[in-house]
């Protein structure tokens, strides 16, 4: 158990829909880092925060958006879903920029 | 901007044999390098990680991986698999200019009885 915490675990919609995806750090981590893994591209870099301001951008698309909190959890917000959005998106945390980061379990988003 | 290439797709090994996973990355400033695993519906793992000093890193369960500068490779190595090593093992580097990882496409490890 890494510590991070991530729900939902599974998430089941249609296309055209909006989803929140949450996710909790270890407990004093101030980063938080947002990954996409599909089956053609791998694990992709989508964004960071670091106590609660954005550090870092990856290829995110802009349907794609996500924010930190005070109490530093975070979410990701998924809109206008398509059917390659399909994926994992895992969570991860550090005690600060360039540290091993910590990876939640994930949430398989499925879009039908 | 850093890259990274895992050279082995697959890696069938038998137990108690050893294994080497390959790792070679592109970066033109200091890097961190990390090796993670995920086993079948699960998270990543960290195994090990180089920040700084002593080129060889001891890992969790076994592992050990050296860096080398002049090759630019962060091979993965266990003298002696366990079935319960069947997983798949990711290659990442980040440098200090800009902290996300930058994954490698994976190499599938399967240990056979």
């Known amino acids: 158990d890494s510590g991070v915490t991530q729900t939902p675990k599974h998430l089941i919609t249609a296309t055209g829909q909006r989803v929140t995806l949450r996710c909790s750090p270890r407990?004093?981590?101030?980063?938080v880092y947002w990954y996409q893994q599909s089956l053609d591209q791998g694990l992709q870099f989508l964004i960071q925060?670091?106590?609660?301001?954005?550090?870092a951008k990856g290829n995110i698309l802009e349907r794609f958006s996500a924010q930190q909190f005070p109490d530093l959890h975070s979410e990701l917000n998924l809109s206008s879903l398509e059917l390659g959005d399909s994926a994992l998106y895992f969570c991860?945390?550090?005690?600060?920029?360039?540290?091993?980061?910590?990876f939640g379990p994930g949430t398989r988003l499925t879009v039908l | 901007a850093q890259s990274v290439t895992q050279l082995d797709s697959q890696v069938p090994v038998f137990e108690e044999a050893p294994v080497e996973l390959r790792c070679n990355y592109s970066?033109?400033?200091?890097?961190?390098l990390f090796w993670y695993v995920q086993y079948p519906n699960q998270g990543l793992q960290l195994l090990l990680k180089?920040?700084?000093?002593?080129?060889l890193v001891k890992g969790i369960n076994g592992f050990e991986a050296e860096f080398n500068k002049s090759q630019t490779s962060f091979h993965l190595r266990k003298p002696s698999v366990h079935i319960s090593d069947t997983a798949e093992y990711f290659c990442?580097?980040?440098?200090?200019?800009?902290?996300?990882?930058?994954f490698g496409a994976g190499t599938t490890v399967t240990v056979r009885a």
């Open positions: 991860a945390s550090s005690s600060g920029t360039g540290l091993a980061q910590f």
């Open positions: 407990s004093g981590d101030l980063s």
């Open positions: 925060y670091y106590n609660g301001e954005e550090r």
């Open positions: 970066s033109s400033v200091s890097v961190y």
């Open positions: 180089y920040l700084s000093g002593s080129t």
């Open positions: 990442a580097v980040s440098d200090n200019n800009d902290y996300k990882l930058s």
